[in-house]
C-alpha cells in the first residue's frame, strides 16, 4: 500500500510513453474493486498467484519490470523505482501517442497514429519524407521514427512468442500487427504469416493441448495424486513441443 502514491505518479508520467503499470493480487474480485476505488488507482490490476515463485522475489510488496520481449529487467521494492530509471527504459519505446507539436501538413499522420492506424500514419508520413521544407522533412522523420519504433515493438513480441513455441499468441500478435499496420508492406506481412501458422497442425496442436490442459487445472487438487500425475504426463507427452504441454510436464513433477 505504501507505494500505490508513487505507483500512481509514475503512471501519470510515462504510461503515455509506453511504460505500463500493471498490479497483481490473489484477492477476489469484490475486495481488488474497492481497493482500487479507495485509493484511486489508474492502472490496471489483475488476479493471479504464485507471482514471487514466477519472476522471483522475498515478499511483498515487490515490483518486477519486464522488457518488450518479457524479460524481467528490474526487480525490488516499487518505492525504488524512480524516474530517471524509467526515463531511461521508456527512451526508445514507442510512445502510445505523439505529443509533440509538428508541422501542420503531418495532422493526419499523427492522429492516424494516436488512433493506432500506424499504417495509415506510414502512408501520410511518407508523403512528406523527401520534402524540399527542412522544417516538414525533419518533423516528417520524427513521426517515422516513431512509427518505426512501434514497429520493432511489435516485431519484439512477436519474436518473443516464436522462441517460446506459443503460436497461438503469436497469431493473435501478428493479427493484431497486420490490422493496426493495415496497407503497409509490414501488416500484409504479418497477415500472410499469421494465416500460415493458423493452417499449421503445430498451431493445432498447441491449442488442443492448451484446451486440456485448461479443464484439468480446476480438478487437479480434488484428484488423486498419482491421478493426476498421470493425467499431466499424458498432455506432456502428447504435446510435447507446445507451451501446454511443457507446462503439464513442470506441473507433473509436483505429484
Known amino acids: ?3 500505490v502514491p508513487h505507483l500512481i505518479e509514475l503512471n501519470n508520467k510515462f504510461r503515455e510513453r509506453g511504460f505500463e503499470i500493471v498490479a497483481v493480487s490473489d484477492e477476489d474480485a469484490g475486495t481488488i474493486e474497492k481497493f482500487v476505488k479507495n485509493k484511486g488507482i ?6 493471479a498467484s504464485n507471482v514471487l515463485k514466477t519472476y522471483g522475489g522475498t515478499g511483498y510488496p515487490s515490483a518486477w519490470v519486464l522488457d518488450v520481449e518479457g524479460k524481467v529487467i528490474w526487480k525490488g521494492h516499487p518505492a525504488g523505482l524512480t524516474d530517471a530509471m524509467v526515463e531511461d527504459w521508456v527512451k ?6 505523439i505529443t ?3 508541422h501542420k501538413v503531418l495532422k493526419n499522420a499523427v492522429e492516424a497514429y494516436n488512433k493506432g492506424e500506424f499504417g495509415k500514419a506510414e502512408s501520410e508520413v511518407d508523403k512528406y519524407l523527401s520534402s524540399d521544407d527542412p522544417v516538414v522533412k525533419t518533423d516528417a522523420e520524427f513521426v517515422d521514427g516513431v512509427i518505426e519504433k512501434r514497429r520493432a515493438v511489435g516485431e519484439a513480441k ?3 512468442a516464436r522462441d517460446l513455441g506459443d503460436l497461438p499468441k503469436l497469431a493473435k500478435l501478428l493479427e493484431a500487427e497486420a ?10 506481412k504479418c497477415a500472410e504469416e499469421a494465416k500460415s501458422i493458423k493452417a ?3 498451431f493445432k496442436d498447441c491449442v488442443k493441448a492448451q484446451s486440456e490442459l485448461d479443464k484439468l487445472k480446476p480438478k487437479i487438487n480434488d484428484m488423486k495424486a498419482e491421478k493426476a500425475k498421470k493425467a499431466l504426463e499424458k498432455i506432456a507427452r502428447d504435446f510435447p513441443n507446445t507451451p501446454a504441454g511443457k507446462e503439464a510436464a513442470e506441473l507433473a513433477k509436483d505429484f
Request: net charge positive; glycine share 12%; hydrophobic share 30%.
Open 1 to 3: 500500500m505504501q507505494g
Open 158 to 160: 512477436a519474436a518473443k
Open 179 to 188: 490490422k493496426a499496420f493495415d496497407g503497409s508492406e509490414h501488416g500484409k
Open 100 to 102: 509533440k507539436e509538428v
Open 42 to 47: 489508474n492502472y490496471g490490476i489483475i488476479k
Open 92 to 97: 526508445d519505446l514507442a510512445p502510445v501517442k
Open 200 to 202: 499449421s497442425k503445430e
